[in-house]
């Protein structure tokens, strides 16, 4: 595999594909990894067998335990396109090829001479595991897999691995309340600017078991739901592919395929090269004002940081503080009508983002009368 940097990774066509998916039968809950075989058009595979608490084929499958969370957590931005329309298009090739139809262009026949389209190869390289024509379900699209896709897309490209940039495991990302039971990942430059292009890599018509791991991922019996992910940095493009053995029911939505900021947690003390959030720092405090009764009370601070929020709070005693409804309360710069019931009232601001806050000095208000 190669690195995981965007920066690290050569500049000729880079085609790196993974796969993760559930089986049948229960093993003990730790990650085994098969040897990575070279495949055609310069795409290499990995088939890591993890298996998360999931039901599959009627059985429970205990999880493992979590991975150990960053060290040193931060929170970075990538800046990118999606392309949701393409994405969703992959659902009738995946369909098509579950099937038991010729999905795109070059698509191989059972090679032990079943007939069928749809086949894997077994473990022993010698037999495959055949399906008859439409003996597979036909997969609904899962606007909530979706979601979880087209994190993971933004995701893997600073990490590309389905370990996720903050040390979790990819099972791990639940969105409103939607988890994933499989997941393939890709990564390419021009050749994979299409979802027909990135469909034929995961296919693997020409792999051996260990190379097929996106194939079973795609043909596996127990799913009935997927979503898909295309995120663009540049001229690489990352795709996503998440399966559910039941469909969340999540509202469909109108596909994003606008230029989009994507936060990405991760660990600073792994991925020292990637440049993160910085927390928000104050560089103005607010001071304490005197007003006149009847007028209004002007509290102001500035910060520096990317994506800053704010809530002024007040109290009586500078111990127990309570947020404010007044006017620009979330705003920079807070406007209190001057009464005598607020005659001493302490206000500070906490400004926020995804990679921490600061708290404000007390200003007072002092009613003139």
Same mark, same amino acid.
């Given at each position: 595999?190669?690195?995981?940097?965007?920066?690290?990774?050569?500049?000729?066509?880079?085609?790196?594909?993974?796969?993760?998916?559930?089986?049948?039968?229960?093993?003990?809950?730790?990650? @085994?990894?098969?040897?990575?075989?070279?495949?055609?058009?310069?795409?290499?595979?990995?088939?890591?067998?993890?298996?998360?608490?999931?039901?599959?084929?009627?059985?429970?499958?205990?999880?493992?335990?979590? &991975?150990?969370?960053?060290?040193?957590?931060?929170?970075?931005?990538?800046?990118?396109?999606?392309?949701?329309?393409?994405?969703? *298009?992959?659902?009738?090739?995946?369909?098509?090829?579950?099937?038991?139809?010729?999905?795109?262009?070059?698509?191989?026949?059972?090679?032990?001479?079943?007939?069928?389209?749809?086949? &894997?190869?077994?473990?022993?390289?010698?037999?495959?595991?055949?399906?008859?024509?439409?003996?597979?379900?036909?997969?609904?699209?899962?606007?909530?897999?979706?979601?979880?896709?087209? &994190? *993971?897309?933004?995701?893997?490209?600073?990490?590309?691995?389905?370990?996720?940039?903050?040390?979790?495991?990819?099972?791990?990302?639940?969105?409103?309340?939607?988890?994933?039971?499989?997941?393939?990942?890709?990564?390419?430059?021009?050749?994979?600017?299409?979802?027909?292009?990135? @469909?034929?890599?995961?296919?693997?018509?020409?792999?051996?078991?260990?190379?097929?791991?996106?194939?079973?991922?795609?043909?596996?019996?127990? @799913?009935?739901?997927?979503?898909?992910?295309?995120?663009?940095?540049?001229? *690489?493009?990352?795709?996503?592919?998440?399966?559910?053995?039941?469909?969340?029911?999540?509202?469909?939505?109108?596909?994003?395929?606008?230029?989009?900021?994507?936060?990405?947690?991760?660990? *600073?003390?792994?991925?020292?090269?990637?440049?993160?959030?910085?927390?928000?720092?104050?560089?103005? &405090?607010?001071?304490?004002?005197?007003?006149?009764?009847?007028?209004?009370?002007?509290?102001?601070?500035?910060?520096?940081?990317?994506?800053?929020?704010?809530?002024?709070?007040?109290?009586?005693?500078?111990?127990?503080?309570?947020?404010?409804?007044?006017?620009?309360?979330?705003?920079?710069?807070?406007?209190?009508?001057?009464?005598?019931?607020?005659?001493?009232?302490?206000?500070?601001?906490?400004?926020?983002?995804?990679?921490?806050?600061?708290?404000?000095?007390?200003?007072?208000?002092?009613?003139?009368?």
């Amino acid at each position: 595999m190669s690195g995981k940097h965007l920066r690290t990774w050569p500049a000729a066509v880079l085609a790196l594909v993974l796969a993760i998916y559930l089986a049948s039968a229960p093993v003990p809950a730790a990650a @085994f990894a098969a040897p990575a075989s070279a495949v055609s058009a310069g795409v290499s595979a990995e088939d890591v067998w993890i298996f998360p608490g999931s039901y599959a084929l009627g059985r429970f499958l205990p999880a493992p335990a979590a &991975q150990t969370l960053a060290s040193d957590p931060a929170v970075t931005r990538l800046t990118g396109n999606y392309g949701q329309t393409e994405a969703r *298009r992959m659902l009738s090739l995946i369909n098509s090829f579950r099937a038991g139809q010729i999905s795109t262009e070059g698509q191989k026949i059972d090679p032990c001479g079943s007939g069928r389209y749809a086949w &894997q190869w077994n473990s022993d390289d010698a037999t495959t595991t055949t399906f008859a024509p439409n003996s597979l379900s036909t997969l609904t699209y899962d606007y909530g897999l979706e979601k979880i896709a087209m &994190q *993971r897309a933004a995701e893997i490209a600073v990490s590309f691995s389905h370990t996720r940039p903050d040390g979790s495991n990819w099972y791990e990302l639940e969105i409103d309340g939607v988890s994933s039971n499989g997941e393939n990942i890709a990564c390419g430059y021009y050749a994979f600017e299409t979802q027909e292009s990135v @469909f034929e890599a995961w296919r693997e018509d020409d792999d051996d078991y260990s190379g097929q791991g996106h194939r079973r991922n795609m043909l596996h019996e127990v @799913f009935d739901a997927v979503g898909v992910g295309f995120f663009s940095v540049g001229d *690489r493009h990352y795709w996503v592919q998440e399966f559910g053995v039941c469909n969340s029911g999540k509202p469909a939505t109108a596909p994003n395929d606008s230029a989009a900021s994507v936060l990405v947690d991760f660990d *600073r003390a792994a991925f020292p090269d990637v440049v993160p959030l910085e927390a928000p720092v104050i560089t103005k &405090q607010p001071k304490n004002v005197t007003a006149p009764l009847g007028s209004t009370a002007l509290f102001t601070v500035e910060a520096d940081g990317p994506d800053l929020t704010y809530q002024w709070q007040y109290s009586r005693d500078g111990v127990f503080w309570t947020n404010s409804p007044a006017k620009g309360s979330k705003t920079a710069s807070l406007e209190i009508p001057v009464t005598d019931n607020r005659n001493g009232l302490r206000y500070r601001c906490l400004i926020m983002n995804r990679a921490g806050f600061a708290v404000s000095d007390t200003a007072k208000l002092t009613v003139q009368k």
